[in-house]
Nanobody
Framework: VQLQASGGGLVQAGGSLRLSCVVS????????MAWFRQAPGKEREFVAAIRVNDGITYYANSVNDRFTISRDNAKNTVYLQMNSLKPDDTAVYYC??????????????????WGQGTQVTVSS
């Protein structure tokens, strides 16, 4: 399984970006897909996740009401729409796939495939 993340960039505070993660496997519809982020000197932290088969979502408190995770099953793609961006959102963003769980995990451990990361930089 390969995950290809894209869409990062430099944006001013208050701006928006949309990240995409394309999954190579057709069994994508059975996965839990998530976005994590890691800022320099910090641990990787959970951002949002979606259970692809039924669309159930979960968000970290820090991004709730600003970020939206969604999926397009026909394109094997998960998106992260990020609005009202803040400098604290600056990090490398990673998409991840959990092939076996039905519950949404908020820690990296259960996710067995990871994308390469895409840099998001928010200037003040």
């Amino acid at each position: 399984v390969q995950l290809q993340a894209s869409g990062g960039g430099l944006v001013q505070a208050g701006g928006s970006l949309r990240l995409s993660c394309v999954v190579s496997k057709r069994t994508f519809s059975t996965y839990v897909m998530a976005w994590f982020r890691q800022a320099p000197g910090k641990e990787r932290e959970f951002v949002a996740a979606i259970r692809v088969n039924d669309g159930i979502t979960y968000y970290a408190n820090s991004v709730n009401d600003r970020f939206t995770i969604s999926r397009d099953n026909a394109k094997n793609t998960v998106y992260l729409q990020m609005n009202s961006l803040k400098p604290d959102d600056t990090a490398v963003y990673y998409c991840a796939a959990d092939r076996y769980s039905t519950r949404i995990a908020q820690v990296p451990g259960p996710y067995d495939y990871w994308g390469q990361g895409t840099q998001v930089t928010v200037s003040s």
